[in-house]
């Protein structure tokens, strides 16, 4: 781009401007505002102004510095530089802090009366410039926004001018913000490859990227255990044939080569869709509820791209703190969208519902008229939808991921040795692959940081009459909350088969390995002595009396006290030498 081009983009006549330089360019925003610029205040407006056509300038050149030169910089050298910048970000701020002074004025000069100045409310951009420093995000609690001028705007409505955000539907400075913080965290090095859209819910989420996708007619290779809102919306909505219509394959997917049988199966059976060009695209929820066991993403992710399909990825279960999907070596084996219900561990404080969807930058975002714009998720389906996250809850669940780590890991650890002491009890069956004869315990060491399991398992109690089972499972409360929103900080207990599974029939229960009386387990991070010792006396209360001898099978006291030491003490040393090794 030439300097001039450069330039122009700073004026308030940026697409139709005549002028052929700084000082032209000058002298036509001067007029445009009805300012002389004979006159003294019209001269030292131009003086301005000039400066700030040449800093337009500069401030470009030094970013195309910083695309060439960021990689191979020395860390002190980029240290130096992020200071730098950062007391560059707070000069101009001073500037437009300076220039408050004399807009402020112009603006109490101009008079209304004091019903105007009510109804209008404060002229709050005096005030917002300092707000840029606020050590937390600002909640930027606004629908609409400000804007600069005519031709700045319509180039806003093009995707062409993010400066002005339009309209907090569709943007909004605190909810870009986390969706810039959860793309570092989830992309790490690849982090500029990879843009984010913030959602209303989780469950908006995935239906913004559903909808993205799939077509009329076109096939979901779908993972078998996922959650039942996901598979509600997929089997009910998308699979209508007075809505989409979509063809629906099943497949377990904790080997990759589950993937190739139920590809096979989608060709056999859709040989006809598949003929009109219709596509195909994979979903899958890993760990995945109920039972938080772990498919084999990466092996999936590869196989299903070299036969030419995208993956959707729900890695809500996870989080960032046990896998870090796209941020494996080598990018096929990446799922080309990642989906988070930030409701869960993200926030963790079951104080809000939100979710996100991260992509490719091509996939997410282009200007309006750049090639394969219409094909954007921005575009196609979030401009139009209006499933936006509100300012207020954006902000909520970045003050919740600020403690991510410590809280899953108290909860990673309280998930092994709660598997451990349960499945101690010969009556007590536990779907967890934190257990090391689990056939999912290689898939999850493989893929987990530190081999931790996700916070999520299953039982189900042998021999144990109906009576007594819905007395013991009452009785769990308070130490087990009767709730169903899983990642929240204390631990939680449900039925998947009466409440987040009840959308499927016998059979699909039977194949997701749910029976009527299973029970799912959502640990938090309370001390686990409590918790071993509230579900020992729940079951002395309820399931002794009707079967006596229940409770004399449980892990002695003794057992349990070095089990939980046993993991404390190694989880949190290998915890260290993982952040020492790095
Ligand atoms: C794995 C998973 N994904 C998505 C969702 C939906 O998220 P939300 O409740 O934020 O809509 C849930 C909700 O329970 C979930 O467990």
């Known amino acids: 781009m030439s300097d001039i081009e450069i330039m122009q983009k700073l004026s308030p006549r940026r697409n139709t401007t005549e002028a052929t330089d700084a ?3 000058v002298d036509e925003q001067l007029r445009h505002f009805g300012i002389d610029p004979q006159s003294e205040f019209g001269a030292s407006l131009a003086k301005i102004t000039l400066h700030l056509y040449a800093a337009q300038v500069d401030t470009e050149a030094l ?3 910083t695309l060439q030169s960021m ?18 970000s707070f000069q101009l701020a001073k500037l ?8 402020r004025r112009s603006y109490q000069r101009i008079g209304c009366t004091t019903t105007s100045k009510l109804t209008k409310g404060p002229y709050p951009v005096f005030d917002n410039v300092t707000a840029i420093f606020s050590a937390t995000p600002v909640i930027t609690r606004t629908a609409t926004y400000i804007y600069a ?16 955000e339009i309209y907090s539907r569709l943007l909004n400075p605190t909810s870009v913000t986390l969706a810039n913080h959860i793309v570092d965290i989830e992309a790490g090095p690849y982090t500029s490859e990879y843009f984010a859209w913030n959602f209303s819910s989780g469950m908006a989420a995935i239906d913004g990227v559903l909808s993205h996708v799939l077509g009329r007619d076109d096939m979901l290779i779908q993972s078998r255990n996922i959650y039942g809102g996901a598979h509600q919306l997929i ?12 063809g629906v394959v099943t497949f377990d997917g ?5 993937f190739d049988e139920a ?3 989608t060709r056999k059976r859709y040989a006809d869709r598949l003929a009109q060009g219709r596509k195909a695209y994979v979903y899958l929820e890993s760990p995945c509820n109920p039972h938080g066991y772990v498919l084999d993403v990466p092996g999936i992710c590869k196989r299903a791209h070299a036969a030419g399909l995208e993956v959707i990825l729900d890695a809500t279960v996870g989080t960032p703190f046990l896998q870090l999907p796209l941020q494996r070596d080598d990018p096929e084996e990446r799922p080309d969208y990642l989906i988070h219900s930030y409701t869960k561990d993200l926030s963790g404080t079951g104080t809000v519902i939100a979710g996100c969807v991260i992509g490719r930058m091509e996939k997410m975002f282009l200007p309006k008229g750049m090639e394969g714009w219409q094909q954007t998720m921005f575009w196609n389906v979030y401009y139009v939808k209006g499933a936006f996250l509100a300012a207020d809850l954006a902000f909520e669940v970045m003050q919740g991921m600020r403690t991510l780590e410590v809280r899953m890991l108290a909860k990673c650890i309280n998930t092994v040795i709660l598997a451990r002491f349960l499945d101690a009890h010969p009556s007590i069956n536990v779907h967890c692959n934190a257990l090391p004869e689990d056939d999912n315990a290689e898939a999850m060491r493989g893929q987990h940081f530190l081999g931790l399991p996700a916070p999520l398992f299953t039982i189900d109690i042998d021999g144990v009459s109906r009576v007594a089972f819905q007395r013991f499972f009452d009785s769990l409360a308070p130490m087990f909350g009767h709730m169903i929103s899983l990642g929240q900080s204390n631990t939680i207990v449900s039925c998947p088969a009466l409440t987040t599974h009840s959308e499927l029939d016998e059979s699909g229960l039977t194949a997701a390995g749910i029976r009527p009386t299973t029970i799912r387990m959502a640990v938090g991070d309370e001390d686990p002595r409590d918790l071993i010792r509230h579900f020992v006396d729940a079951a002395l209360l309820a399931i002794e009396p009707l079967h006596p001898g229940f409770c004399a099978e449980f892990m002695p006291p003794e057992d349990t006290h070095e089990l939980i030491r046993e993991w404390y003490l190694d989880t949190h040393r290998r915890y260290i030498e993982s952040k020492t090794e790095s």
């Open 149 to 164: 001028c005519a031709e700045w705007i319509e180039d806003a409505f093009q995707g062409k001018e993010l400066l002005l």
């Open 96 to 103: 437009l802090d300076t220039s408050q002074n004399s807009f």
């Open 23 to 25: 000082p032209s360019l």
């Open 63 to 65: 970013w195309n510095q």
């Open 71 to 88: 990689v191979q910089l020395e860390r002190t050298e980029k240290i130096a530089r992020f200071n730098a910048k950062k007391f560059l």
């Open 254 to 258: 904790h080997d990759a080569a589950d």
């Open 263 to 265: 590809l096979e199966e």
């Open 235 to 246: 089997h009910d909505w998308y699979a209508k044939p007075s809505n989409l219509g979509i």
